[in-house]
Nanobody, 126 residues
């Protein structure tokens, strides 16, 4: 059984929208800081957004603030990433991730992530 399962990637034109879904086990969903990373070809993996357990706090990379929204569905142990106004630079493989906490800037770090999803590809074209 996969602990994190992503879906929702695809191809979209610049300015369009996509919504990514990450379904988690109940244990992970209730206790872990969950978020999204992305990795473009030839680039390092970078944090995109995160949400603390219970939705107390949300975190966003500067590059996506105002365009992306992370949210939770408690009934389905699911985290969503709504991506609006997509840009060419948003093209990447997106990974759902879970780590024990989100405090400070820890949510940005890929080390310390306890669980990774398999990834879902997002392609933005002009």
């Amino acid at each position: 059984q996969d602990d994190l399962v992503e879906s929702g990637g695809g191809s979209v034109q610049s300015g369009g929208s996509l919504r990514l879904r990450c379904a988690a086990s109940e244990y992970i969903y209730r206790l872990y800081c969950m978020g999204w990373f992305r990795q473009a070809p030839g680039k390092e993996r970078e944090a995109v957004a995160a949400v603390a357990p219970g939705g107390r706090s949300t975190y966003y990379a500067d590059s996506v603030k105002g365009r992306f929204t992370i949210s939770q569905d408690n009934a389905k142990n699911t985290v969503w990433l709504l991506m609006n106004s997509l840009e060419l630079e948003d093209t990447a493989m997106y990974y759902c991730a879970a780590r024990p906490y989100c405090t400070g800037d820890s949510w940005k770090r890929s080390d310390g992530v306890a669980y990774w999803g398999q990834g879902t590809e997002v392609t933005v074209s002009s």
